[in-house]
């Protein structure tokens, strides 16, 4: 099992910047590839960004490419989403989650809010 708590979600100007952090507890962190996911109020979750084992290697949603930017501490068991340039569009639940040897996304935060205003 893999507890996930994110924070840092808030409310933020059109063009402003957030940094959501991720706290992991459970089995060893450094095994599951970490993602970000979101949830706009009426629309299905969507995937953000996720990083690998090692911090090596990320993937962005087209959305998040040049404006997000994911990271992580693993000595820490911490993610990061540096979000900048922030639109309304942007505003949604964020969620953490985890993908370890399922290949599938098990283990989930209970997000965190953010809120663009324009």
């Known amino acids: 099992q893999v507890q996930l708590v994110e924070s840092g979600g808030g409310l933020v100007q059109a063009g402003g910047s957030l940094r959501l952090s991720c706290a992991a507890s459970?089995?060893?962190?450094?095994?599951?590839?970490m993602g970000w996911f979101r949830q706009a109020p009426g629309k299905e979750r969507e995937f953000v960004a996720a990083?690998?084992?090692?911090?090596?290697?990320?993937s962005y949603a087209d959305f998040g490419k040049g404006r997000f930017t994911i990271s992580r501490d693993n000595g820490k068991n911490m993610v990061y989403l540096q979000m900048r340039s922030l639109k309304p569009e942007d505003t949604a639940v964020y969620y953490c989650?985890?993908?370890?040897?399922?290949?599938?996304?098990?283990?989930w935060g209970q997000g965190t809010q953010v809120t663009v205003s324009s």
């Open positions: 989650a985890a993908k370890g040897a399922s290949m599938q996304y098990d283990y």
């Open positions: 990083i690998n084992w090692s911090g090596t290697s990320t």
């Open positions: 459970g089995r060893t962190f450094s095994n599951y590839v």
